[in-house]
């Protein structure tokens, strides 16, 4: 070896320096430290069954959820259908022949002309009384 290498390597340390750095370990005897298995286990069949409890349930609402909409579909199909049936009656009824046809089996007769009425006179003139 050259005497360059030599001198830029490090010192050893001392004997004394490296007991003093390594950490103080001794045996402890007498302590059994053993953890249960059964909490574990208890707590992963809860899990468990909660995955696969909670979406049945889920599911179950969701199919309930599901009938009440169709039902209420149904019913609002049966009333949709329902007006439409009562608008197409009103037209019938509300048309000049059925007015008219009404009118006579109630007794009605057509109103006469129209006049006018003179507000200084009080009289009428033209027009004709119903028949």
């Known amino acids: 070896m050259s005497t ?10 001392p004997e004394r320096l490296r007991e003093a750095a390594r950490p ?25 069954i909660a995955a696969i409890i909670i979406p049945m349930v889920i599911n179950t609402q969701m199919a309930e ?6 039902d209420k579909q149904l019913q609002l199909n049966e009333l949709d259908a329902h007006s439409w049936t009562l608008q197409t009656e009103l ?10 046809k009404a009118a006579q089996a109630q007794g009605m007769v057509k109103a006469g002309q129209t006049g006018l009425v003179t507000l200084s ?3 009428v003139d033209g027009g004709q009384a119903a028949q």
């Open 4 to 13: 360059a290498t030599a001198r830029t390597r490090p010192t050893p340390r």
């Open 24 to 48: 103080d370990l001794r045996v402890v005897e007498g302590v059994n430290v053993r953890r249960s298995v059964v909490p574990l286990t208890i707590i992963a069949l809860i899990v468990l």
């Open 65 to 70: 959820t599901s009938f009440a909409i169709r």
């Open 91 to 100: 037209q019938k009824v509300s048309s000049p022949n059925a007015l008219e």
């Open 121 to 123: 006179t009080g009289t």
